[in-house]
């Protein structure tokens, strides 16, 4: 997996702080450019009953993308001054197993505090996701929340109002805030605008924050993440809510969620390349969920269970080109929330999760357990796409 351009999506507010520093990090210890985005609606009708005049709708769109696009251009210098200043403070939050500290402590099957995710085939879908909320969303939201730029390649005039079309933002659109590439992109849903976007550039990643309405921590997958992680070409890396507020000043190690197979052995090999290029270990993990209570043939089963399981990790670490020994673990426990939680995760911890076999080839797609797994972790998440 190359990580030489890394494509952060970008919103005012917290969530897109979160997305942003993380980007950053990515970006910075990778080597990688570093391109922000945001999208917005197109323009061919200015939504609302009143119908104003289409030129002040592109106007405005014109000026929302400006001030967006500069406000991110500020955050990325603070950022990027942060890490070579050693700012990074590790972890926001409490002690392993709590908010901040590590996956787990939050059972799985618990109530998920989202109204309800949006559906991957139409814009916006989730109330959090809508304009004001996220890059992008429903025209329908009306002007006010839905940052625009100018069209690249196109009179100052207006964004041209072409669904996809492409938008180069701030003022003159020239490459700014540490030599970061700030764009605004057109389309009526937020997540497949950057997927399109993420397509035409060559990006190697796609990076958002997490939706509001999780825990401080926590990570919700609302719209714009629910179309990423159902369509997305590229990997896709999810930051917890409240992550840049105080970030880490580096990753310190990769963690894969293993089960034996075609798609967990091509996620290995990827992430064994990343944690090179990173210069951080890479770990193994495999997660044996269990009932409470268990008869003596369910307790010889587990044991075989957890035999294979480490003769799998230790068959998958094999031969890894991380340039140091690659750890492997077994983690047991009622739910995925509590096998995250039986182990120690280091401040600058990123788990890895590959796409569920019966998604499409070359797409990213969330599996249940993966599914799980990022609602559980309080660690960013990137999910890989589906290699044959």
């Given at each position: 997996?190359?990580?030489?351009?890394?494509?952060?999506?970008?919103?005012p507010?917290?969530?897109?702080?979160?997305?942003?520093?993380?980007?950053v990090?990515?970006?910075?210890?990778?080597?990688?450019?570093?391109?922000?985005?945001?999208?917005?609606?197109?323009?061919?009708?200015?939504?609302?009953?009143?119908r104003?005049?289409?030129?002040?709708w592109?106007a405005?769109?014109?000026?929302?993308?400006?001030a967006t696009l500069?406000?991110?251009?500020?955050?990325?210098t603070?950022?990027?001054?942060?890490?070579?200043?050693?700012?990074?403070?590790?972890p926001?939050?409490?002690?392993?197993?709590?908010?901040?500290?590590g996956?787990?402590?939050?059972?799985?099957?618990?109530?998920?505090?989202?109204?309800?995710?949006?559906?991957?085939?139409g814009p916006g879908?989730d109330?959090?996701?809508?304009p004001?909320?996220?890059p992008?969303?429903?025209?329908?939201?009306?002007p006010?929340?839905?940052?625009?730029?100018r069209?690249e390649?196109?009179?100052?005039g207006?964004?041209?109002?072409?669904?996809?079309?492409?938008?180069k933002?701030?003022?003159?659109?020239?490459?700014g805030?540490?030599?970061?590439?700030?764009?605004?992109?057109?389309?009526?849903?937020?997540?497949r605008?950057?997927?399109?976007?993420a397509?035409?550039?060559?990006?190697?990643v796609?990076?958002?924050?997490?939706?509001?309405?999780?825990?401080?921590?926590?990570?919700?997958v609302?719209?714009?993440?629910?179309?990423?992680?159902?369509?997305?070409?590229?990997?896709?890396?999810?930051?917890?809510?409240?992550?840049?507020?105080q970030?880490?000043?580096?990753?310190d190690?990769l963690?894969?969620?293993?089960?034996?197979?075609?798609?967990?052995d091509?996620?290995?090999?990827?992430?064994?390349?990343?944690?090179?290029?990173?210069?951080?270990?890479?770990?193994?993990?495999?997660?044996?969920?269990s009932?409470?209570?268990?008869?003596?043939?369910?307790e010889?089963?587990?044991?075989r269970?957890?035999?294979?399981?480490?003769?799998?990790l230790?068959?998958?670490?094999?031969?890894?080109?991380?340039?140091?020994?690659?750890?492997?673990?077994?983690?047991?426990?009622?739910?995925?929330?509590?096998?995250?939680?039986?182990?120690?995760?280091?401040?600058?911890?990123?788990?890895?999760?590959?796409?569920?076999?019966?998604?499409?080839?070359?797409?990213?797609?969330?599996?249940d357990?993966?599914?799980k797994?990022?609602?559980?972790?309080?660690?960013?998440?990137?999910?890989?796409?589906r290699?044959?």
């Open positions: 997996m190359r990580l030489d351009d890394v494509l952060a999506g970008y919103v507010g917290p969530r897109g702080r979160d997305g942003l520093a993380l980007a990090l990515l970006a910075e210890q990778a080597h990688a450019r570093l391109t922000v985005a945001t999208v917005q609606p197109p323009a061919r009708s200015t939504p609302g009953p009143a104003a005049e289409e030129s002040a592109r405005y769109l014109r000026e929302q993308a400006d500069a406000q991110a251009r500020e955050l990325v603070e950022l990027r001054g942060g890490l070579e200043g050693g700012l990074g403070g590790g926001s939050g409490g002690p392993e197993g709590e908010p901040g500290g996956p787990g402590g939050e059972p799985e099957g618990a109530p998920d505090s989202r109204p309800g995710d949006g559906p991957s085939d879908g109330p959090r996701d809508r004001g909320s996220d992008g969303g429903d025209p329908r939201g009306g006010g929340t839905n940052p625009g730029g069209l390649g196109a009179p100052r207006g964004p041209g109002g072409q669904p996809g079309g492409g938008l933002g701030g003022p003159g659109g020239e490459p805030g540490g030599g970061a590439e700030y764009v605004a992109h057109t389309h009526r849903g937020s997540g605008g950057l997927v399109e976007l397509r035409r550039r060559g990006a190697d796609v990076v958002i924050g997490s939706a509001s309405g999780s825990g401080r921590g926590r990570i919700s609302g719209s714009t993440a629910d179309q990423l992680l159902h369509s997305s070409s590229v990997p896709v890396l999810l930051a917890p809510r409240g992550y840049g507020d970030p880490p000043a580096a990753f190690r963690t894969v969620a293993y089960r034996r197979g075609p798609g967990c091509a996620a290995v090999k990827d992430a064994a390349g990343t944690a090179a290029a990173l210069g951080v270990p890479l770990r193994l993990v495999t997660l044996v969920i009932s409470g209570r268990r008869a003596r043939i369910e010889e089963m587990l044991v269970l957890r035999d294979q399981a480490a003769a799998d230790h068959a998958a670490a094999r031969g890894r080109p991380t340039g140091r020994a690659v750890e492997v673990e077994v983690l047991e426990g009622r739910n995925v929330a509590q096998a995250l939680g039986t182990t120690s995760w280091l401040p600058g911890e990123m788990i890895i999760c590959a796409s569920s076999d019966t998604g499409p080839l070359r797409r990213v797609f969330l599996g357990t993966s599914m797994i990022v609602r559980a972790s309080t660690c960013p998440v990137m999910i890989l796409t290699e044959p």
